[in-house]
């Protein structure tokens, strides 16, 4: 009987050391599963398994591939494939640059009301702000257009996300890009070199679906422009856009580093004219072997 006592109390002891120690290991690794759900951290966030991530990054991702003007889709790929990784990569590099860490500290938003447009319609012709104002008046767009991050699950990376987003127009007005595909892809692969998002560089891939002169015009022009300045530049994702509406433009593109592409609205005008004179040729000649 003695015995059988002493053996009993190892195993006790035993039992004892393993409740001890899964005090320290943390709830969701003791019940992982592909299916769990992290806890919601802010409003309007909405908490996806792992395997709903990548059912979107699918769904989304086609869409987007297939059109990268469909802001929905884009929108929903960005966020699905910007985390467990990339959206810290970029939001540490925010709060290692002093602008960067005050934007975060501050948490502005981009919207109408915020930038007063008509007040930025009525500065020098030069300046941040009057390019900005003409380019939303030029394309028919707003910046109240963009849709709520919800999918990213660090209240801090939503932030930076939705930052991101709300930048991307002033993007396309300082670089002069329009907001049809092509310029939209042009513009996507320059922020895909500057923050390695891999919803940008999924238009790398989707100007595979670009028109036979459009696609030569990205592979000649736009391809090589968008690596080399994207590279090269400081973080976009750094501007305090807001203290740079009265900066001269090309002022400000100096700085950051950025070359202006060339006129993408003129270049396809130009394509056309040479289409249309080659055809008025082709219809002479076969009239005049009549």
Known sequence: MATGVRLLRPQSSKLSSCAHWSRYVQPQARCFSLFARPKSTYEEHVPLSTVGRMQLAISS????????????????????????????????RMLMNPTGRRILRDRPRLTSKSLDIPRLRALPPNTVGHNYAAWLDAEGVTPDTRAQVRYIDDEECAYVMQRYRECHDFYHALVGLPVFREGEVALKAFEFANTGLP????????????????????LDIYGPWAARN?????????????????????????RLGIEKPPDLRAMRKEAREARRREKQVKEAMARAAV
């Open 61 to 92: 991702g086609l869409g987007a591939f297939l059109d990268p003007r469909k802001g929905d889709a884009v929108a929903d790929f960005g966020e699905a494939t910007a985390q467990p990784y990339f959206i810290y990569k970029l939001r540490d």
């Open 199 to 218: 919803m940008t560089g999924l238009a790398v891939f989707s100007a595979l679906t670009l028109k036979k002169g459009e696609w030569r015009r990205f």
């Open 230 to 254: 994207g590279a090269r530049a400081d973080d976009v994702i750094n501007i305090y856009w807001e203290e740079e509406l009265e900066t001269d433009i090309n002022e400000l593109r100096t």
